[in-house]
C-alpha cells in the first residue's frame, strides 16, 4: 500500500491514476554530453519501457515465490489506485524483485461554468518485494465524517500488529499525513503490544468549507528485530475523508408586506461565503436536511428567486409574483467561492400567508354534451385586497380557453370583464362530446401613464372529463372513470354518477364514490342491466377549497358518455409475411433509385378474452421500427390485412387492435417482428468515361445500410480514396475515379486506368448492427 497524500492549498480537485514509465534508452553516458565524458548531446529523448505491464495485466503470468499473507488470489493480481484519495493497493505481489511505478497526480480548477487542467506532478517510486516471515499490522481508522464548520474534530486511530510463532507481536508507530497538519494534530499514546493508540484532534472554522473532503492517510508500522531484506518494516494504511459544510443562516423570519414578503436573517456568521440564495415554496415542505446535505435539492420542490451578497440580512419578494391567501415557505443557504467551493446547510423554513385573496375558479360545469352546441358555465370568486382604498388602477378579468388537459395555448373567450362583480360566465359553441377543456382566469390592473400592468393569474381547471367501458366479456356491468385537473379538492366529498337508458329521458342517481385527486372510477353492477341496449352517464364532483369554508361545495358536471353495453372485441391474432432475403440477395441489382420495401401483414380474430365479440368495424395497426420501444399507430382499415408500402428498410415490428361498432378497443394483438436482410455485393468494374453509364463504383445489391467506410488503394499499396457513406446519402460509396485521398468525389486529379483494391466497412442496419468487412478489387475503364 501507498499514498502520496497530495494536498492542494487553493481547493483545487486532485485525481490520481497510473502513468506508464519511461526511460531513455540510450542511458545517462548517451544522453549527457561530450563536456561531462559521455557521447550524448544533453538532450534526453524518454520513451515507454518495452514490454511495461502491470501486475493485473492478464498476460502477467503469476510467480511462484510463496507470500504467507494475504493469500495470492488465482489469476491476475489486484492492482489499483483509487483515482479521488490515492491510495495504491497491491494484493498481493508473488514475485520477489524490484518494481518502479510512477502516479500521475492531476490539479483540476473549477470554474462556475466548466474545469480545466492546470497542473500536474508526477510521483515516481520504486517497490521492493521481499519473502518474509514477518506480518503486516493492522490499522483502524474513525468512519468518514461531515462537519459543521466550527465543530471540533476528534478521532482514535489503533492498530494491531500480526503475530505467528516466527513473528511475534512488535511496538507499532502510528503516523498522519495530511494538508490540514497543521493546525490538526495527531499524538500517538500507547505503542503495543498488544495495540498501538493515537488521538486525532482538528479544530475547523469557516475557512475549511470546501465541496471535496479534506483526507488524512494514516499509516501503522510494525518494527521487526532484526531489520533485514528478509525482515522487513511492514505497513498498514488507510484514508480518512472529512467533509466541512458551511453553518445553515440563522433566524430566517418572513414578513408580509402590502405589496409583497419581506424576508429577515441574522448576518452570516462565515464572512468568507461567497452570497446567500433565497429559495420559495408555494405551501410547507417536509424537507429536513441530513448531517452533510448542503443547500436545496430539487426534490425539495422550492424554487430559487433571488441571490443576495454574503453581507446581507434581507430581501424582498413582491407580490407581482404571488397570490393573496397562499402560504408562501422560504429557506436560504450560503454558496462559497470557487475553487474550494462549497454550500452550507440550508436554513429552517419560514413561512408566511400572504393577506387578502386572489380570484379563483369554483366551477368548469358541463351543461351540455354536443359536438357543436356544447356549453361549460364557468364561475369564480372577486379577490381581496387589505390595502387601504381597495385595488389601485382599472380592474378586468380575461378569461382564456385551452383544448385538453395541459394545453400549451389559451385563447380569451369573450373581450375582457370589466366589472369586478362580473364572476360568471356561460360558453358556448363547443365540442364537449369530444374534447376536455382547461380555463384560465387572469385578473388585471391597469396603469395610466405607460406603466405595466399587474397581472394575477389564478391556477387553470379543467371540465370533468368521462368515459364509460363494459366492465367484463359477459357484459354485466360498466366501469365509470373520470379525470381532471382543478385547484380544488374533490376528494373529500362524494362524486355521483348518473345512469339512463337510451338516449333520452331522465338520469338517475346509480351510486357516488371516492375520487382521487386526478379522477375516479365506478363500476355499475346493476342487475337490471342489459347486454346490447345503450347506456348514457355522467359525475358530478363535489369540491372544496380547504382553507375557505364559503366554498365548501363546488359541483361540476362532466359531459354525458353513451355506450352500447356489449362484450369487448375479441384479440385478433397477427402474422407477418417476412421478406425472402436470399431472392432480394440473388437479383442482379437491388434497390433501384426508386424501389421501397413493402411489409404484408394479415390477421385472424381469436377467441380470447372468453365471450369476446366478433362483430368488429375496424382495426387499428400499429408499427415501431426497432424490436423494443413505443409503437405507433399507422393506419385503420375494415379488413383483416394491411400492406405497409414505401418502406426504406423492411425490419420493424406490428401489432393490430380490433374496435367494436361501439368504438370499445380489443387488447393489443401478439406483436410480429421481422430483421432487415443482410447482403452486400460490389461490382468489379466500372466506367468513368463521362457518358454518365456505370459511372461510379458503388454497391449494385445490398440491403439496408447505415453505414460503408470505403479505401481504394493501387497495385503498390498506396491508398487514392477515401470516404465514409451512410443511409442518408442517395449513393453509397459513390466513387468515381477521383483523388486524392481525403478529397470527395469529383475533385483532384483522376487515378489511372487500371485495377485497384478496395476494403469496405460495412455497418448493417439490421437489429444487431451486423459489422463486416469486404475485400477485393476492382478494375477501371474510361
Known sequence: MHNPAAFDADGDSLSFKLRTCQQVPLGVDGTVGPSCGATGNNTPAPQICPNYRYP???????????????????????????????????????????YNVAILIEEWRRTALSKRLIGTVIRDMQIIVTASVNLRPAITIPADLCVVAGQRV???????????????????SLFAYSGIIPPATFTQTQTGPPMARGNFNWQTDCSNVARLPYLVVFKAQDSPNPVSPTNPILIDEQTWSITVVGPAPQNLRAIDLSNGVRLRWRLYECANAAQIHIYRKLNTSNFVPGPCDTGIPASAGYTRIGTVPKDSTGFTDRTVTLERGQTYCYRIYAEFPLPAGGNSIASQEACVVVAGRAALLTNVDVENTSTTAGQISVRWTKPRTTAAGGFTGTLSYVLSRGEGANPSTFVPVRAPFTAITDTSYVDSGLNTQNLQYTYRLQFVRSFAGGTAPIIETSPTATSVRTNAVPANPAATAVTVSWSYNVPWDNTAQPTTVYRRRGGTGPYVVVGTATSTATGGTYTDRDPTLRKGETYCYYVQTNGRYAALAFLSSLLNKSQEKCLVLSSPPCTPILSLQTTNCDSLAALQEFPGLSQRYSNRLKWTLGNLPTGCDATIASYNVYYRPTPTGAFALIGNTSFPSFVHSDLMFSGGCYAVQAIAPSGVRSDTSNVACQDNCVFFKLPNIFTPNGDAQNAVFRPKNNSPIRSIHFKAFNRWGVKVFENTTTSADRILINWDGGGPVGESNGTGAKVVDGIYY????????????TKRTYKGWVQIIR
Open 758 to 769: 478496395y476494403l469496405a466497412e460495412v455497418e448493417f442496419a439490421d437489429f444487431a448492427n
Open 56 to 98: 493485473n495485466d492478464p498476460l502477467v503470468t503469476p510467480g511462484t515465490t510463496p507470500v504467507t499473507v494475504p493469500p495470492a488470489a488465482p489469476g491476475p493480481a489486484l492492482f489499483v489506485i483509487n483515482e479521488r484519495t490515492g491510495q495504491l493497493t497491491w494484493n498481493a505481489p508473488v514475485v520477489s524483485g524490484t
Open 154 to 172: 476528534t478521532g482514535v486511530v489503533t492498530a494491531v500488529d500480526a503475530s505467528s510463532p516466527v513473528s511475534p507481536q512488535t511496538p507499532i
